[in-house]
């Protein structure tokens, strides 16, 4: 902080506020001193009139004796103030203490004159210089803080003098007039110097005193509590925070008070326990720097303080209090919240470890064997699906509450996560043990809940893992896991242990997995196409995609096995454009009349930017988008209705033809062919079983004739024998056949060459084409 600044203009220093009153107020003490100085210059000048008789003398006498009275009662007047001088106050007063000094200044000064120029007395002479040198020296003490002032007294007091002595003209009073003249620029310079040090001396004390207020404020507003001892052990620093913290009412740095007087003082407010106060005492005079926490109870609970020690040179300690009650209760319930599934307060994932890990190294009494059952809850999805998510949340809760009361208290139960349970059962004997409460939790879980006045039923799947020893916590869950799939393939609404040998399944199809990611990077992958007859002309009229892996080891997988996992692995999607692609371009190489199916699963058909691909590959390839048709089952079109309407539209506009596959295997609705812009109709095989019989083939041709009425083209599929195809052709509704009878799916090389024959030929008959193969 800037407490002064130095002008060059006007030779002249610009003082703080604060510091200018205090050279004021130094000015104006001691009224009797200078009540006494006016006494005494009076009685000189009174003796100078009487031993030298020169009469303008007795004016100055009395001059003199009246403003030294006046000025002493003027500073008595002073001295009784009970408020410390203002600024403003002392800007008022200067001006008229100044005018006094100047006032008894200049009549020293003309009476040292008068008695100089008007008399020759020796005696009068030496009265009236020495009197006047005198006022000038003890002046010059006490307006050292005002130069201004020193400076006009010398020169109202001393000049006259210094000329008087000019005047006579002689080498001694000229002589002296000169030395006078020196003391008082020596005086001058004197004055000067003591100003400065007396400036400096306030700057430095308003400036430790800024400090001092300054480091009060952050000592008494830190929100941390702080204390400082001596290397005699007494308090020296403390803030309020502290006092605060530890309800202490004394004041602590006055007097000899000890760290023990602080502790015993806490104690005595209960504050602090006597176990807290001695292990604070230990640490103080270990004089060691570290850390403690103290935990003591409080009106609301316990209260947890930190406590720092930090050794000082030179000896003494500096302690540092922070108050961490609320750091410790939010840190203890972010814990708790990390641990626990904010919904059923039960253990969550993260716990569910953690606990396991310790019952598996502590066997429970004579019986070490235990279970960990893996529950998921089926049908869980249509609850929230159909309820909403809050009463899908109030059902978990319900099961939570039925998983409690089937449990002894030994035993543990997290939730994994969605509608996944873990129960740990601790202290079994047998197997069965676990098979009987994995059968009462299935059947309790099962039975009716009411939610938000709805009768709800659910069912649960367990899938069972006994310990053995050494066994992990992983391997365990895995084990679990894995029993727990078999048992939702079983059908559900039941449990099954787990068997060695669905590790090895589960391996497997990791394995899988692993091949299959590798042939699709490297294209290992193959298309087979099996030709569509139309049974009019007898010639090829589509042939359909199909999926072929020649693995190196597993030799030919199906495609049964395949689509399932890509499924799964989120690979369908990746594999479909894939296979789009590659046909469209061997589509380039057949016959303009020819057009290639293309399979869709509802994965990838329901992907948002499915147009794009579609476009992409017709672009990539050059095929004309009327010899594309998508094939989708019943499945694509049961989900997000509209937006597949859309989808099938823009498909139709850009020119691609719809095919509905393997209709008659799912809901067979008849809406479907009403909606959907559909254009052709693939009847599944399984309406060919017990064609001869009358009722399956009028269901067929039933069927046919409704989708041809809707003109739309229909497709029978599985054709095997000459008998079948005469059945299905006998009315004209069916446009087209596929199966074995015509050819099995082929490579490309090979459906190249039936294509050529096939349009080769100018025969209208069907003929089945396995016959050119041979």
Not at 276 to 283: F, N, P, Q
Not at 387 to 401: F, M, N, Q, R
């Amino acid at each position: 902080m800037q407490l002064l600044h130095r002008k060059k203009s006007q030779n002249e220093e610009t003082l703080s506020p604060s510091i200018y009153a205090a050279l004021v107020d130094s000015m104006c003490q001691n009224s009797f001193a200078m009540l006494f100085g006016a006494i005494c210059a009076a009685a000189a000048a009174l003796m100078t009139a009487l031993k030298t008789g020169y009469a303008p003398i007795w004016p100055c006498a009395l001059l003199i004796i009246t403003i030294g009275i006046a000025r002493a009662i003027q500073m008595r007047k002073y001295e009784k103030r009970t408020t410390v001088l203002t600024p403003e106050q002392a800007a008022d007063f200067e001006p008229r203490y100044m005018v006094g000094a100047m006032l008894y200044a200049g009549v020293l000064g003309l009476w040292c004159a008068l008695v100089l120029l008007g008399t020759d007395d020796p005696i009068a002479h030496m009265l009236c210089t020495t009197v006047t040198i005198a006022y000038t020296g003890g002046g010059a003490a006490r307006n050292y803080g005002r130069p201004r002032i020193v400076q006009l007294h010398i020169l109202l007091s001393c000049g006259p003098m210094s000329v008087a002595l000019a005047v006579h003209g002689d080498p001694y009073h000229l002589g002296l007039a000169g030395l006078l003249v020196l003391f008082f620029f020596g005086l001058k310079d004197i004055n000067l110097s003591l100003h400065s040090i007396f400036v400096k001396a306030l700057l430095a004390n308003e400036r430790e005193a800024s400090i001092a207020a300054q480091f009060d404020t952050a000592l008494n507003n830190m929100p941390n509590g702080l204390y400082m001892i001596n290397p005699d052990g007494n308090i020296v620093v403390v803030n309020r925070a502290f006092t605060d913290m530890m309800k202490l009412n004394r004041d602590l740095t006055h007097g000899d008070v000890t760290v023990r007087d602080i502790v015993s003082d806490a104690v005595a407010a209960n504050t602090l326990s006597v176990a807290s106060g001695k292990t604070i005492m230990a640490e103080v005079e270990a004089s060691r720097a570290g850390e403690i926490v103290t935990i003591d109870a409080s009106g609301s609970g316990e209260r947890a303080l930190s406590w720092t020690f930090q050794p000082m040179e030179g000896g003494g300690t500096v302690v540092l209090v922070d108050d961490i009650t609320e750091r410790r209760n939010a840190e203890a319930k972010i814990s708790h919240m990390a641990r626990v599934d904010e919904l059923t307060g039960l253990p969550n994932r993260v716990s569910f470890r953690d606990e396991i890990e310790k019952l598996l190294a502590a066997p429970f009494g004579d019986a070490p064997l235990s279970a960990l059952l893996f529950i998921d809850l089926d049908q869980f999805k249509q609850v929230n699906d159909t309820l909403g998510h809050p009463s899908g949340d109030k059902l978990l809760c319900a099961v939570t509450a039925r998983l409690r009361r089937l449990l002894r208290p030994q035993d543990f139960v997290a939730r994994f996560g969605g509608d996944e349970f873990i129960v740990f059962q601790r202290g079994i004997h047998s197997a069965e043990d676990a098979a009987s409460l994995a059968r009462r939790i299935v059947d309790r879980l099962s039975e009716r809940y009411e939610i938000d006045q709805h009768l709800v039923e659910i069912g649960a799947s367990i899938g069972i893992a006994l310990t053995s020893p050494n066994v992990s916590v992983d391997v365990l869950l895995k084990n679990a896991d894995m029993a727990l799939y078999r048992a939702k393939a079983d059908g559900r609404g039941t449990f099954c242990f787990f068997r060695e040998e669905m590790a090895h399944t589960v391996e497997a199809r990791r394995v899988l997995e692993l091949d299959l990611r590798h042939a699709l990077a490297h294209e290992e992958f193959e298309l087979y196409y099996q030709p569509l007859v139309n049974l009019k002309s007898g010639r090829i009229s589509t042939c359909e995609a199909l999926l072929r892996w020649n693995h190196p080891t597993r030799g030919s997988v199906s495609p049964a096995d395949i689509i399932p996992v890509v499924e799964d692995m989120g690979l369908v999607v990746d594999l479909g454009r894939w296979i789009l692609r590659k046909a469209c371009m061997e589509c380039m190489k057949w016959p303009e009349a020819v057009s290639v199916a293309v399979n869709f699963s509802p994965q990838q058909f329901h992907q948002r930017d499915v147009m794009t691909e579609v476009r992409y590959a017709l672009e990539v390839s050059g095929l004309p988008a009327n010899r594309l048709e998508i094939e989708i089952t019943e499945s694509s079109l049961l989900r997000n209705t509209q937006w597949t309407l859309d989808v099938l539209a823009q498909l139709r506009e850009a020119g691609v033809r719809i095919s509905l596959d393997d209709f008659g295997t799912g809901y067979s609705s008849l809406s479907y062919l009403h909606n959907f812009p559909l254009q052709k109709v693939k009847i599944d095989r399984s309406f060919l079983e017990d064609i001869n019989t009358q009722r399956p083939l009028t269901l067929l041709r039933g069927v046919a004739r409704l989708s041809a009425d809707l003109g739309m083209t229909v497709v029978v599929e599985g054709i095997e024998t000459n008998e079948q195809l005469e059945l299905i052709s006998a009315e004209g509704t069916i446009t087209e056949a596929q199966g074995y009878l015509f050819s099995r799916p082929v490579p490309a090389t090979r459906v190249r060459e039936l294509l050529k024959a096939s349009h080769a030929s100018a025969t209208k008959t069907v003929v089945p084409l396995r016959q050119t193969q041979r």
